[in-house]
Every structure is written in structure tokens, then in C-alpha cells.
């Protein structure tokens, strides 16, 4: 079944460790699931073996040629047109996962997250609503090295040699210009959730009032 008028579209980007995955989860758990639909950016990486290597073997994923632009976007397309998508998980080039079938319904709040979102004029477009989250570049970081270490099994040298040259670099040149263009900027340098959670309660509450 496809819904008759569009979705209010809202856009959040933020740098590796700024608390993007909290925040989605938590802003999620605000409505019932027929209520919002999530598109990521990290579902359309194009495979790593279609990549060029640097000279020390490891793959630069922190490029907007990194992503298939064009089914990221025709997904987009979908969800707005009411439609519902069906995508292959993301695995981080993980073997021992098998990537699940995602599907995604329409809904009436669509959700568009990625580190490129503001910089594809195609997507930029469709928002509504842009909420850049930001964290000081060490607290980032921690929080990059703490994940990578221990989920994903990255070592020490690979993760640092990564924010330096990939993680950084493209998040000045590719997100950081679009950041004072935003609706909403939240500092996030803390590990007390609370204040995020108040803030979060404070834009679904708004949401509800504009959207239902």
C-alpha cells in the first residue's frame, strides 16, 4: 500500500563518533514503526573489492564515490513517492555476516541519514529538516577508536591511520561547510546521555506537532 501525501523528510549527518547511532536509535523509539522510515547512507557503499587500495592496503570509504549515489537516491525517491524498498544490509566487508534483506516501508516522517547528505544537491533538495550532531575531534575520536576496536575487530594503527587520512579530511571537505546551513546543531560531547535525550524528546515532540 503506498501512502498519498509526501513525507516530511528530515536529514541528520555528523561526524565518526559524534553519536549519530544513539541518537537514531533513541529519536526511533519515539514514534511506532508505521509512523517513520529510515533510509541510511551506509547501506550503498559500493563493494571494497571495486576499490583501489593505497599503498597500505586499506580502502578509503570516506569518499561520496564510495556510495552508489544513484540507487541511494532512487530509494529516496521511492519512499517519497510512498513506496517501499528492499536492500541488502551493509556488512562492513565482514565474511562472517550474512547481510540481511532490509525492507523499508513509507512512512509518514522519512528519515535520510549520512555523512553526505547535505553535500548531494539531489538529496539536500528533499529536506525538510537538517540536524547536524557534532563532537570535539578527540572526544570523536575515543568513541571511533572504542567501536572499531571492539566491534568491529579493526586494529589500533588501522583506525588512526583512517581518521587521519579518510575521516577527517572528508569530513571537512564534505560535511563540515554544510553545517551553519542546518536547522538544528547539537553539541555532543558528553557520555551522559541525558542531555541528547532531552533534546531528542524536544524534536519529536515538534515533529509530531507539524507531521500528525
Known sequence: MTQTNAPYVVGIAGSSGSGKTFFLNSFLNHFAPHEVALISQDDYYIPANTKTREENKLYNFDLPTAIDRAAFFRDIETLVDGRTIFRKEYTFN??????????????????????????????????????FLHAEE??????????????????DEDVRYKW????????????????DLCDRIIINNTDDPAPLVAIIDEISTELRTKVF
Open 164 to 179: 587521519v587520512n579518510h575521516v577527517m579530511p572528508a569530513y571537512r571537505q564534505y560535511l563540515l561547510p554544510y553545517r
Open 94 to 131: 565482514n565474511p562472517a555476516l550474512k547481510p540481511k534483506l532490509l525492507e523499508t516501508r513509507a512512512a509518514p516522517i522519512l528519515i535520510i541519514e549520512g555523512l553526505f547528505i547535505f553535500y548531494y544537491e539531489e538529496v539536500n533538495a528533499l529536506l525538510n529538516h537538517r540536524i
Open 138 to 155: 578527540e572526544i570523536a575520536l575515543q568513541r571511533r577508536l572504542k567501536r572499531d576496536l571492539v566491534e568491529r575487530g579493526y586494529n
